[in-house]
Each structure stands twice: as C-alpha cells, then as structure tokens.
C-alpha cells in the first residue's frame, strides 16, 4: 500500500505562488510515476502535470504550462508542484497521484492510469 500526503496549498493573491508538496511512503518511489490533479468546484478533476519515474519527462496542461513546475526528490520520497503566476481560475483541491509498474519514460495524464491518491489539499487564489 502506498500513502500520499499533500501540502502546501492555501490562499494566494493573483500574480503570487506556492509550491505542493506530496509525500509517499509504503514502498520505493522512486519507482512511482507520479502526477498532480485538481477539482474546482462544481467541475471535473482534471491533470495539471505529470512526471515519469525517471528521465525527467514531464507534462503540462496548457492552462498552466509556463507557470507551473513538477519536480520530484526521490531521496525525499517527494514530488512537488511550483505555481507561479497564480490565477483566480488555478483555485481547486489539488491532489497527487503515483502508479507504480509502467517503464521508467512514462508519464501519466488521465485519472485511470493512477492506482493510489493522496487526500487533497486546498489551494485558493483571490483577484
């Protein structure tokens, strides 16, 4: 079994930032491709960014591409999501996702490629 905890959300102002943390624990991860969700109210989860388990490959959904970074420290058993240039529209719960078993190259961008999910953590950004 493989638990997630997230943290790091809260309020920002327009134009600001924060950085999520997500830490894993259960087995190794870094072996876990790993990828950062949000819900807004009244819509559907939707993947924000995505990062293989190794060879650094990265993805971005185009509305936050250029202002938000995933990163991971496997020696910290942690993936992180930098937002900068934070919008009022970037205001969801944001949740962290790993799934284990796919090749080192993969990157994960749809909910059903992820077996484990952390609890979530509120991010709210005012205008």
């Known amino acids: 079994q493989v638990q997630l905890v997230e943290s790091g959300g809260g309020l920002a102002q327009a134009g600001g930032s924060l950085r999520l943390s997500c830490a894993a624990s259960?087995?190794?991860?870094?072996?876990?491709?790993m990828g950062w969700f949000r819900q807004a109210p009244g819509k559907g989860r939707e993947s924000v960014a995505a990062?293989?388990?190794?060879?650094?490959?990265?993805y971005y959904a185009d509305s936050v591409k250029g202002r938000f970074t995933i990163s991971r420290d496997n020696a910290k058993n942690t993936v992180y999501l930098q937002m900068n240039s934070l919008k009022p529209e970037d205001t969801a719960v944001y949740y962290c996702?790993?799934?284990?078993?796919?090749?080192?190259?993969?990157?994960?961008?749809?909910?059903?490629?992820?077996?484990?999910w952390g609890q979530g953590t509120q991010v709210t950004v005012s205008s």
């Open positions: 990062i293989s388990w190794g060879a650094g490959n990265t």
């Open positions: 259960g087995r190794p991860f870094s072996n876990y491709a």
């Open positions: 996702a790993a799934r284990m078993g796919v090749s080192f190259t993969v990157v994960l961008t749809t909910q059903g490629d992820y077996d484990y």
